[in-house]
């Protein structure tokens, strides 16, 4: 097998283990320390597992939590975009250096606005 194959299986089987072991919404319901130390102290005692098990288990979840955070904040954006669009009947929008300009398929230029820059 090559060995980017192997590395994926390990990888997968890696990633098996520590949800097999401290599934998420079994560690959703623990109440954590503050401090990380104690946390992954916690996990390990809670969940009979090395510390080391614990503590990547601990980053795998932080990982996920993040991965959520981000998804909810882009869906969020281009929501606030669709909104945005829907309200003054644009289509699309282009940009130059000086404006933006809010376009609709059958009425063309619908708005236009100043691109602001920080200085």
Same mark, same amino acid.
Request: with cysteine; charged share 30%; aromatic share 14%.
């Given at each position: ?5 192997? &590395? ?11 949800? &097999? ?25 809670? &969940? ?6 614990? =503590? =990547? ?39 130059? =250096? =000086? ?21």
């Amino acid at each position: 097998m090559p060995d980017d194959y192997i &590395f994926y299986q390990e990888e997968k089987a890696d990633n098996f283990a520590l949800h &097999f072991c401290v599934p998420t919404f079994m560690l959703e319901r623990i109440d954590l320390p503050q401090y990380r130390t104690k946390a992954i102290e916690v996990i390990a005692e809670t &969940f009979h597992v090395t510390f080391e098990f614990a =503590k =990547k288990r601990l980053e795998k979840h932080e990982q996920q939590l993040l991965g959520t955070q981000y998804s909810l904040h882009i869906k969020s954006q281009f929501e606030a975009v669709k909104q945005f669009k829907k309200n003054i009947g644009c289509d699309y929008i282009l940009k130059d =250096k =000086k404006k933006t300009y809010f376009m609709n398929n059958n009425k063309g230029l619908v708005g236009t606005i100043e691109n602001w820059r920080a200085e």
